[in-house]
C-alpha cells in the first residue's frame, strides 16, 4: 500500500508540474499539431474541379474521469479513464449555403469523434488530424452534393445562410487537472450506500460519483483559439420500491458541481440521502389516485425540473435539418419554443436571463460558467423572457431568420452537432412569496376550482434512473414532455395538511401550461444539472437557477410502470 | 524523450491504484455466500408457483483487464478494469420440458437475445452480495415462468419437434477450488516494447496506420447451483499483437497484422520477436498494395496451418456444435450422419478444452469446466473420417443425453454448445515443401496455370440456419499465386473464399506435417468466447474465390504529415 501511496504522489507531482502557462501552452505539441494541419488543409487539401473547404475547425478534448460505483452497501466500480477525441467542423461551398445542416446518410446521425492518441506526440497527433480531416473533406463534398440534388428535388427558396459571420476571439486558460482523491469518494460513495439499509421496503439501490476534468483545445481557420477546462462532479443515489399495488416508484438525488466545490459529503450527505428514502417511502405506501385536474406547486427539485423539460428543453435546436430521407426528418425534432421570439410564453411577471459570465451564485459554482462558446464565439448574456415575453433564444452559427448572428451559445455534442443551448439560466419573479404564501394560494386556488385538495410535486421521474430497475423495456427516446411525479403530496384546501400520494402522470403537459403560472417562491435555488435537448438523449452541463412555481391548472391522469412484486423477502429486511 | 517517460508513469498509475482498492478486505468466502443464498432461494421459490423451480445456478464471472497500445506512433492512455458480472439461471417445471425450451418461429429475440448484463459487488460484503443474487433470482424467476407459459403454447400450436429429447439431463456435483492468481506484467517495460515497434512503421509512408498493443485478461468464475456444485476456477489470456493498414491506388483497404496469445507474462513474444514481425509486415503491406487484383476462380489451393484452422472453426466446428442438431431453424448438415464418412478418411478430429499448450504454445481454448460446471472433456468428432459425436451441453441432443463439457457463453447470455480446442490430426502428412510440389502438380492435371497458398486468414463466418443460403466466407489476408510453370510466387489481393460445407470438405486431397495453432475469439448466439484451432496445411483439389467487396475511397489527397517535404 505505501508503495501505491508513494506512486500517487509522483503522479500528482508530474501533473502538477504539467500545468503549463497559456503562453506555452499554444507552442505545445496538440495546439502545433492542430495549427500545422490546419494550415496546411486549408491551402492544399483539394481536389481538382471541386471546392476547396471555406471553413476549418478542430477541437482535441481531453477526458479524464474517475468513477466509482456502488450497489446495495458494496462497490461494483472504481476506475480512472483517460481519452482524448477529435472533432472535425470542414465546410465546403460558402456561408450561404454549404454542406452543412444536411442530414445525407443515417451515419450522419452518429458521426461521433474520433479517438487520438492520448501522449502529447506532435506527428502521431498530426498523423491522426490528417487522416481525419481527408474523410471529413470527402465525405463534406458529397453531402454538398447531395443537398444541392434535394434543392433541385424540392425546390425552396432559402433566405438564411448556413453559417453565420464570427468575430475571431482568442481564449487561453490553463489546462485543468484532476485532484478529486478517489479513495475519498470510494469510502463516501460506500457509506451513501449504506445509509439505505435501515428502510425497509426499498428493493435496490446505487450509488454513483463521477468526476470528469475536460479540457478542451480549440482552433479554426478564421483565427479563433481557445482553450477551455472544467471538472464536473456528478453524484447520482437512486432507489426503487414497489407500492402494494405493484407500481415501481424510483426516487433519486442528483447533484452536479464544478471545479474544487465538490458535491455534499459525510453527514450532509447521509442526510439527504435518508430524507429522499423516507419520502419515497411514504409515496410507495401512499394511496394511488386516478385522475386530477387543478392546480399544482412544483418545489425543490421538481421547480427546476419543470423549468428544464418544459422551458429551456424546448428553446432548441432553433433549425431543423434537412434531411434526405423522410425516416431520418421524423427523427429530428427541433425545440417548440424556438420559433416563438417575440411571443407571449410565460406569464408577465417572469423575466428568465442566461448569464454565462457567472462564475458562482449562492454560494455554489455555476455549471454553465464559460467565456467562449464551443464554436470560438465569445459568449454573450442574454435576456430570453422579458415581462413573459420571449426576447431572444441561445444560438449558435447557425442562424434563425429572427437572430442571424451567433451570441455564443453553441454546444458541441457527442455526435459533432453543434447546437444551442443555455449556460446560467435565471428565473425571476417580479414579486417572489414565501413558501407559506405559496401553499395558501394553491389552497385558494383549490377552493376555486372547487377542489378538495392540490397538488405539491416534489421530485419528478428521471426515465434513465427508473429504466435501470424495471423489468420492461423503457423508450427513453419517446418520453412525455413532462415526466411523471414521484414524490408528490396532496394539499387539503380546508385545513392544509399534506399526504403523499402517487400513481399520477401528466396529462400532455406542453410549453402552454408556462402561460398558467400564477406564482413564484422566493426560495430559489442553484441547481447545475445535465441538461437535455430536445434531439435523442444528447445532455449539456449547466445551471438553473429557480423558486418553487405555483401553476394554475394542470391536468393528470393514472399510470406508471406496474410489474410483480417479489416472492421472497430482501435480505436486507432478514439482517433487520 | 522526456515527455514519453512522464507520461508514462502518470497513468501507469492507475491499475495498480485500482486493484488495491478493490482487493482490500475479502474476508468473506464469495462461494459460502452465494450457496447460502441459492439454499434460500430455492426454498422460497421452488414451489412458490405452480410451475414448480427445479434449477438455480448463480454464476459470478470477475474480469480483470488491461491494455496499452502505441497508434501511429503515439501511446494511448493504458486502460484497466475490474468487474463482476453475475449470471442466474433459473430452470422451471422438469428436465422433460422447461422454459429454456426452443420456441419455434420465435427467432433469434426469442430464443437467444442477451440477457440483461448484471454487475456485481466487489467487495466481501455478505449483505450486498446477497442482495443482488436476491434481486436477480426474483427477475429470472418471474422471467422463467413467463416463457415456460409461451413454450406450452408453442407446443401446442406447432407440429410434433423432430427432436423430442429433453431440456436438461442429470450431472454429477462438481466440486473445485484452486487458489486465485493474477498476471504481473511488467508495464515500464512493456511501454517501452510497445513505444519502440510502433515507432518503427513512422518511416514508411505507405502505412497509413498502425498499432502494436497488449492486453491481459484475467478471468475467475465462481459458481454454485442446487445440484451440489460449488466451483472456482480461473483463466489467464494475454495477447500481444501487431497491426499494419494502408491503401491501393484502387482504393482497397489492405491490413497486414501478426497476434501473439499466452496465458502468463513470461510467454509473451520479446522485442526482438515483435520488430521481426513488424519489418515482415511492412515487407507484406508494401507488396499487397502494389499486388495485382484477382478474379473469381476454382482451382487448387494450400491453407496454411492458421488459416486452415481458421477455416475448420467456422466451416465444421459451428456445424458441430450440439445445439444446433436440434434448433428447429438449423441446417443440420451433421445431424443425420453419425457413423457416416463425412470427411477423408485421413483426418480425425477432436475437441479438446482440457490441453493448455500445443507444442508450447499456449491455447485460449483451454478451461477446466464449463458454465454448466461440467469438467471439459476431449470429444472425438470424427474419427478417420467417420462422424462420431458433437460438442454438448446439458441440453441433450437425440441419441446424445449427456454433456460432454462443451457449454460455453460470455456473462450476460445463455449456455450453447461451443468449440474449446478444435484439434484436426492428419494421417496423410507431408512437409510443407512437398505439399506444395502437389499444389503445381494439381494445377498441371487440372491445366490451371497457378494455384493459390492462403497464408493468412483474417476470420470468417458461416450462416447455418435453413432460411438462408447455409455457406461460409472467410476473408484472406495474404494470398499468394503460386504458377504451376515454376514462375515465382506472386501476391495477389481482392478475393474472398466462398463455398458449402459439404462439397468442400470432399476437395482435401493431402496435408503438410505442420500442425500450428490458430488462437481467438469466436462469436457466437452465447456471447465471445475464446477459443483454439490448431490445423495442419491442407491442399484442397477445388477451392471458390470471389471478388471482395472494397469501398470506393480514393486515398488520402495529401501525403502524410510526416514524409510531406
Known amino acids: 500500500m505505501k508503495a501505491t501511496i508513494k506512486l500517487l504522489l509522483i503522479n500528482l507531482i508530474i501533473l502538477t508540474t504539467a500545468n503549463i502557462s497559456s503562453g506555452a501552452e499554444i507552442d505545445s505539441p496538440v495546439f502545433r499539431a492542430m495549427i500545422d494541419e490546419l494550415d496546411r488543409s486549408m491551402s492544399r487539401l483539394a481536389i481538382e474541379d471541386m471546392p476547396k473547404p471555406y471553413f476549418v475547425s478542430y477541437r482535441i478534448q481531453d477526458n479524464e474521469s474517475i468513477s466509482i460505483s456502488a450497489r446495495y452497501g458494496a462497490l461494483i466500480q472504481s476506475q480512472r479513464e483517460v481519452h482524448r477525441f477529435l472533432y472535425i467542423e470542414l465546410r465546403v461551398g460558402d456561408p450561404s449555403q454549404d454542406n452543412s445542416n444536411f442530414i445525407g446518410t443515417w451515419r450522419d446521425m452518429y458521426n461521433m469523434p474520433k479517438g487520438l492518441v492520448e501522449e502529447d506526440e506532435y506527428n502521431s497527433l498530426r498523423h491522426q488530424i490528417w487522416l481525419n480531416t481527408d474523410k471529413a473533406y470527402k465525405n463534406a463534398l458529397e453531402n454538398l452534393a447531395r443537398k444541392k440534388s434535394y434543392f433541385q428535388a424540392h425546390p425552396t427558396t432559402t433566405e438564411v445562410p448556413d453559417f453565420s459571420t464570427a468575430e475571431s476571439f482568442v481564449h487561453l486558460s490553463e489546462p485543468i487537472i484532476l485532484e478529486t482523491d478517489a479513495k475519498t469518494w470510494e469510502t463516501e460513495v460506500r457509506q451513501a450506500a449504506e445509509a439505505l439499509d435501515e428502510f425497509s421496503s426499498l428493493q435496490d439501490w446505487n450509488v454513483s460519483y463521477n468526476a470528469m476534468a475536460i479540457n478542451k483545445r480549440y482552433i479554426n481557420s478564421e483565427g479563433s483559439q481557445h482553450l477551455k477546462g472544467a471538472v464536473y462532479h456528478a453524484l447520482t443515489i437512486s432507489a426503487t420500491a414497489q407500492a402494494e399495488d405493484g407500481q415501481r416508484l424510483t426516487g433519486y438525488l442528483q447533484y452536479l458541481s464544478r471545479d474544487d466545490e465538490e458535491p455534499p459529503q459525510n453527514d450532509e450527505l447521509i442526510g439527504e440521502i435518508k430524507r429522499m428514502a423516507a419520502d419515497l417511502e411514504a409515496v410507495a405506501a401512499a394511496p394511488k389516485l386516478d385522475e386530477y385536474a387543478g392546480p399544482v406547486l412544483f418545489s425543490d427539485y421538481a421547480s427546476m425540473q419543470l423549468i428544464s423539460q418544459l422551458f429551456v428543453r424546448q428553446l432548441s435546436p432553433v433549425r431543423k435539418p434537412l434531411a434526405s430521407d423522410e425516416w431520418i426528418s421524423q427523427e429530428l425534432k427541433t425545440g417548440k419554443l424556438a420559433g416563438r421570439v417575440n411571443r407571449r410564453v410565460l406569464p408577465g411577471f417572469v423575466t428568465i436571463t442566461d448569464e454565462p459570465d457567472r462564475k458562482s451564485y449562492l454560494g455554489h459554482k455555476l455549471a454553465g460558467y464559460q467565456v467562449v462558446d464551443d464554436e470560438g464565439v465569445k459568449c454573450r448574456n442574454l435576456t430570453l423572457v422579458e415581462e413573459g415575453r420571449l426576447i431572444t433564444v441561445p444560438i449558435g452559427r447557425l442562424p434563425v431568420k429572427k437572430i442571424p448572428i451567433s451570441n455564443g451559445h453553441a454546444r458541441t455534442l457527442y455526435n459533432q452537432w453543434n447546437v444551442p443551448g443555455i449556460t446560467n439560466l435565471f428565473v425571476k419573479p417580479d414579486k417572489p412569496k414565501t413558501m407559506k404564501k405559496l401553499v395558501k394560494e394553491l389552497r385558494s386556488l383549490c377552493r376555486d376550482f372547487g377542489n378538495e385538495y392540490g397538488l405539491l410535486v416534489k421530485l419528478l421521474e428521471n426515465p434513465e434512473l427508473s429504466s435501470e430497475y424495471m423489468w420492461t423495456d423503457m423508450d427513453l427516446d419517446e418520453q412525455p414532455m413532462l415526466t411523471a411525479p414521484v414524490i408528490m403530496y396532496r394539499v387539503y384546501a380546508d385545513d392544509g395538511r399534506m399526504e403523499p400520494v402517487r400513481g399520477l402522470v401528466f396529462d400532455e403537459a406542453t410549453i402552454r401550461n408556462l402561460r398558467d403560472i400564477v406564482a413564484m417562491g422566493n426560495d430559489e435555488q442553484v441547481y447545475n444539472l445535465r441538461q437535455p435537448i430536445a434531439l435523442k438523449q444528447f445532455k449539456y452541463p449547466a445551471a438553473i437557477i429557480t423558486p418553487s412555481i405555483l401553476t394554475e391548472e394542470m391536468e393528470l391522469k393514472g399510470g406508471g410502470v406496474r410489474e410483480p412484486l417479489p416472492l421472497s423477502v430482501n435480505p436486507f429486511t432478514l439482517e433487520r | ?504 470438405f470432399s476437395k482435401i486431397i493431402l496435408t503438410a506435417d505442420d500442425d500450428t495453432p490458430f488462437n481467438g475469439t469466436c462469436g457466437a448466439e452465447s456471447g465471445s468466447v475464446p477459443v483454439s484451432a490448431v490445423s495442419p496445411s491442407i491442399l484442397v483439389s477445388e477451392i471458390e474465390i470471389e471478388k471482395r467487396f472494397k469501398k470506393q475511397e480514393k486515398p488520402p489527397i495529401l501525403p502524410p504529415p510526416r514524409h510531406d517535404k
Open chain 2, 1 to 504: 524523450m522526456k515527455k514519453l517517460t512522464r507520461f508514462v508513469v502518470a497513468l501507469c498509475l492507475f491499475p495498480l491504484m485500482h486493484i488495491s482498492v478493490l482487493s482490500a478486505g475479502e474476508t468473506v468466502d464469495i462461494l459460502d455466500v452465494m450457496k447460502e443464498e441459492l439454499n434460500r432461494s430455492m426454498k422460497n421459490l421452488a414451489d412458490a408457483s405452480e410451475v414448480p423451480m427445479y434449477y438455480l445456478q448463480y454464476s459470478v464471472t470477475e474480469v480483470r483487464e488491461y491494455s496499452a497500445s502505441v497508434t501511429n506512433g503515439g501511446l494511448e492512455a493504458p486502460s484497466s478494469s475490474h468487474m463482476r458480472y453475475l449470471d442466474v439461471d433459473v430452470r422451471v417445471s422438469s428436465m422433460e420440458l422447461d422454459n429454456t425450451h426452443e420456441i419455434r418461429g420465435g427467432g433469434w429475440r426469442e430464443n437467444y437475445s442477451p440477457r440483461r448484463v448484471i454487475e456485481f459487488p466487489m467487495e466481501a460484503d455478505a449483505k450486498a452480495i446477497k442482495a443482488a443474487l436476491w434481486n436477480e433470482t426474483e427477475y429470472q424467476y418471474s422471467k422463467a415462468q413467463e416463457r415456460y407459459t409461451k413454450v406450452l403454447t408453442n407446443r401446442q400450436v406447432k407440429v410434433e419437434e423432430e427432436d423430442l429429447s429433453n431440456d436438461f439431463s442429470p450431472a454429477q456435483p462438481q466440486q473445485f477450488t484452486e487458489p486465485l492468481s493474477f498476471t504481473q506484467l511488467d508495464i515500464e517495460k512493456w511501454t517501452g516494447i510497445l513505444k519502440k515497434v510502433g515507432s518503427y512503421f513512422n518511416d514508411f509512408p505507405f502505412v497509413q496506420e498502425s498499432s502494436v498493443r497488449v492486453a491481459t485478461t484475467d478471468k475467475t468464475t465462481y459458481m454454485v447451483n442446487n445440484e451440489g456444485s460449488r466451483l472456482q476456477h480461473s483463466n489467464h489470456y494475454l495477447r500481444a499483437g501487431i497491426s499494419v493498414s494502408g491503401m491501393a491506388e484502387d482504393g482497397m483497404k489492405l491490413d497486414r497484422y501478426e497476434s501473439y496469445t499466452a496465458a502468463s507474462a513470461e510467454n509473451l513474444p520479446d522485442e526482438a520477436t515483435l520488430m521481426k514481425d513488424a519489418e515482415r509486415l511492412v515487407k507484406e503491406l508494401e507488396a499487397l498494395i502494389d499486388a495485382p487484383v484477382v478474379e473469381p476462380f476454382i482451382g487448387p489451393a494450400i491453407l496454411r496451418h492458421r488459416a486452415s484452422g481458421v477455416f475448420f472453426h467456422e466451416i465444421f466446428g459451428h456445424r458441430i456444435e450440439g445445439h444446433r442438431q436440434k434448433g428447429s431453424e438449423e441446417g443440420q448438415t451433421f445431424t443425420k450422419k453419425v457413423g457416416e464418412l463425412i470427411l477423408p478418411e485421413f483426418l480425425s478430429i477432436y475437441d479438446d478444452p482440457t490441453i493448455a499448450q500445443f507444442n508450447g504454445i499456449d491455447l485460449r481454448g483451454y478451461y477446466k469446466f464449463d458454465d454448466e460446471g461440467t469438467p471439459a472433456q476431449r470429444v472425438t468428432v470424427v474419427e478417420k473420417g467417420i462422424l462420431r459425436n458433437f460438442l454438448t451441453t446439458r441440453s441433450p441432443i437425440e441419441n446424445f443425453p449427456e454433456s460432454n463439457g462443451h457449454s460455453r457463453r460470455e456473462y450476460g447470455r445463455d449456455v450453447v454448445a461451443r468449440q474449446g480446442n478444435l484439434i484436426i490430426h492428419s494421417d496423410k502428412a507431408v512437409s510443407f515443401e512437398k505439399l506444395r510440389e502437389k499444389l503445381k502438380e494439381e494445377c498441371k492435371k487440372q491445366g490451371k496455370p497457378y494455384g493459390l497458398i492462403f497464408d493468412d486468414i483474417a476470420g470468417g463466418f458461416t450462416m447455418t440456419r435453413r432460411w438462408m443460403p447455409q455457406a461460409f466466407k472467410v476473408i484472406p489476408l495474404l494470398v499468394y499465386r503460386v504458377y504451376a510453370d515454376n514462375r515465382p510466387d506472386e501476391v495477389v489481393r481482392g478475393v474472398d473464399i466462398v463455398g458449402t460445407p459439404l462439397t468442400c
